[in-house]
Each structure stands twice: as structure tokens, then as C-alpha cells.
């Protein structure tokens, strides 16, 4: 069996939506109707129902495509290593769920990267597996620390209504920050409304012409440590006269990034670094972001 006709048996295997069913099948009896309708208007039209027609089915195929990569990991996993017309590389989403027992509620969206990989050489397998294991293990350990704070809740004398209304909720996502022939640049997160202690953050940076995942120094020169400190103090200055409130170093603010500092790449190919909630501000201000311009 041909890898295509194996990918053609799992999508047959692939239930799909009773409401897609219905959307579908509402294309299909538009598409009949104006074929008859043309056809009662003469030969002349016959060309342009069989165009239509043949639009209406394009429109079913894609809402099927797009029903199995978010219903089927395989499917998803080898759609993703078909030729793309256009564009080096995307993200899509791998694997999603939502579930809900005891009152905890989790929400997962795992996505991956898609290349073509016969056109550039390059290939993505092993950052998007570490992409799924970190998603996996993240909600895993989330889902065991609120059963293990629901567990002590209750042995404390809380009430299963008082727990309910905590409304505990577990969210493992992404959020893509440039998608383009030169550079991918996302942001893998993982949350829990109930506790900012255990928050994660990944981001990736990948540059499309050679597969190698973008580094501050690659952006912004040997001397990217002295221009982004620089940079970052003269940005929170500025800030601060702004009404914005800062730490001091003294109190663990800003002094200087470290080797693993993270950033993203924004629209205009510049490095933005961003620091977590509470690591060099209060909480209320969020993660701080600052752009780092000049460099490379």
C-alpha cells in the first residue's frame, strides 16, 4: 500500500461532525439546484453549472481537510508532509481537546510545523516533537497539581460548591508571531488560572533559509548582550517617566539579560525580548516586551 493510499484509508476512517455532514450536504443540493436551473435555460449555461458545481465540491473537500487535521493527529502529521503551494513554512494545529472532570477544566491546542521539505532540505521533526512532549507533559503536571490542591481543598473543610466556583481552568496553546518566507516565530504557553507559579512560556524562532533556530546574537552581532541591556535600560526609562512602575535591581528589576533570555521575532524582522510576569515588574503590569532595534 502507497503512503497516499494509507493516508486515503485513515481520513475514510475519520468521523466526522453530524453539523459538517450538514453543511456539506446543503452544498450539494445548491450545487443540483442551479444545475437544473441552467439547464432549463439552455445549452449555454451548462458550462458555467459544471463550473459551479465543481466549486461546490471544492467547498466540501475543504471543510472535509480541514475537519481531519483537527480530528485526527495521523492525518494531521502526514497532511503536514504534502507539497504547500506558497510560502516555506506554516504552523497548524496538531492535536486539540478540551475535557472537564471534578471541576477542572483543560484546554489543549498543539501545534506544529509545517515544511517542505523536498523544496529546502530543511526538516522540522525533531522541534515538533519536542513541541508535543512539552505540551503533554505540561498538562499532565497541571491536571496533577489542581487534583492535588482539590484534594487538600477538601480536606481543609471545603465544600464541592465552594470548589466549583474556583472555576479551575488548565491551558496549553500558541500564539503565532511572524509566518513568513523568512522567518517562524511562535510562542508555546502553557496556564493555570488558579496559580501564576507553574506558567510556562517556549518560544520558537526558526530561520526558513537554513532550518536553524534564530539566536540574539545571529539578529543583533557579537555584541548583542551590551546593545540589548542598553537598550532595554533606555526603554524602561522612559517608561518609568511614562507612569509605568518598575523594580529596581535591588529588588531583583532589570540588570542585564541572560543567556536564555526569551524573544520573538515581530513583523519588522527585530527582536523583541520579553520578561515574565513579576520578573522585573509587579504582576498587574503582565510580561514586559521591548523591541531591540540596530542590530543586524
Not at 471534578?102 to 522540522?124: C, F
Not at 484534594?151 to 481552568?169: C, R
Not at 526558513?208 to 546593545?227: A, F, Q, R
Request: glycine share 8%; with cysteine; proline share 2%.
Amino acid at each position: 500500500m502507497s503512503k497516499l493510499e494509507a493516508m486515503k484509508e485513515r481520513y475514510d476512517q475519520i468521523i466526522i461532525p453530524e453539523e459538517l455532514n450538514i453543511r456539506i450536504e446543503q452544498e450539494i443540493q445548491k450545487s443540483r439546484q442551479r444545475q437544473g436551473e441552467k439547464k432549463r435555460c439552455g445549452s449555454r449555461h451548462r458550462l458555467r453549472g459544471v463550473i459551479r458545481s465543481m466549486e461546490a465540491m471544492a467547498v466540501a473537500v475543504c471543510i472535509l481537510f480541514t475537519a481531519a487535521l483537527n480530528t485526527s493527529p495521523v492525518f494531521a502529521k502526514e497532511a503536514g508532509e504534502l507539497p504547500v503551494i506558497g510560502g516555506l513554512a506554516r504552523i497548524l494545529t496538531f492535536r486539540a481537546y478540551e475535557t472537564e472532570k471534578d471541576d477542572i477544566a483543560v484546554a489543549v491546542e498543539i501545534p506544529t510545523i509545517e515544511m517542505i521539505a523536498e523544496d529546502t532540505g530543511i526538516t522540522v521533526d525533531e522541534i515538533n516533537q519536542e513541541i508535543l512532549a512539552r505540551c503533554n507533559q505540561y498538562a499532565d503536571e497541571a491536571i496533577l497539581r489542581a487534583e492535588e490542591y482539590r484534594t487538600a481543598f477538601l480536606e481543609t473543610g471545603g465544600t464541592l460548591e465552594e470548589w466549583a466556583e474556583h472555576h479551575i481552568q488548565i491551558t496549553v496553546g500558541y500564539e503565532i508571531k511572524q509566518q513568513s518566507d523568512r522567518y517562524l516565530s511562535f510562542v508555546v504557553r502553557g496556564t493555570e488560572n488558579w496559580t501564576n507559579a507553574y506558567s510556562e512560556s517556549k518560544y520558537y524562532n526558526l530561520d526558513l533559509n537554513t532550518g536553524k533556530v534564530v539566536t540574539l546574537k545571529d539578529m543583533l552581532g557579537s555584541d548583542y548582550v551590551e546593545l540589548a541591556n542598553r537598550s532595554i535600560k533606555e526603554q524602561i526609562a522612559e517608561r518609568q517617566r511614562a507612569g509605568e512602575t518598575f523594580f529596581t535591581e535591588e529588588e531583583g528589576g532589570f540588570a542585564g539579560i541572560s543567556e536564555d533570555v526569551k524573544f520573538y521575532i515581530n513583523g519588522k524582522d527585530c527582536p523583541v525580548i520579553v520578561f515574565e510576569k513579576y520578573e522585573i515588574a509587579p504582576g498587574s503590569s503582565g510580561e514586559m516586551e521591548f523591541e531591540i532595534t540596530g542590530g543586524n
